[in-house]
Nanobody, 126 residues
Framework: EVQLVESGGGLVQAGGSLRLSCAAS????????IGWFRQSPGTGRELVSS????????YYVDSVKGRFTISSDNARNTHYLQMNSLKPEDTAVYYC???????????????????WGKGTLVTVSS
């Protein structure tokens, strides 16, 4: 059974940093993509960043470019989202998701993903 478990969320002041982790278990796939999505109250779940397991290609939504960095430690089956210079508008529940066996396209939609974690809350105070 595939499981994705996020951790690392919390409360931080604007300008601060957090690193989110996504621990994957039950993963036997060689070719997959990991996406970090976020959802604020009253909004849809939006993609923040994604990474390809095949070649490390990455994608970032414009609002986080230069502030967030996605990475993977494939030996540990763990994926990360380093978030710097956080803003109050980054406040959301952050979800890790996986898409299996499809060419990396970067800008994945919610419906593209095969597996989801339960999310971790990030709150940025002003």
């Amino acid at each position: 059974e595939v499981q994705l478990v996020e951790s690392g969320g919390g409360l931080v002041q604007a300008g601060g940093s957090l690193r989110l982790s996504c621990a994957a278990s039950g993963f036997t796939f060689d070719d997959y993509s990991i996406g970090w999505f976020r959802q604020s109250p009253g909004t849809g779940r939006e993609l923040v960043s994604s990474i390809s397991s095949r070649d490390g290609s990455t994608y970032y939504v414009d609002s986080v470019k230069g502030r967030f960095t996605i990475s993977s430690d494939n030996a540990r089956n763990t994926h990360y989202l380093q978030m710097n210079s956080l803003k109050p508008e980054d406040t959301a529940v952050y979800y890790c998701a996986a898409r299996v066996g499809v060419a990396f396209k970067g800008n994945f939609d919610y419906a593209d993903m095969d597996y989801w974690g339960k999310g971790t809350l990030v709150t940025v105070s002003s």
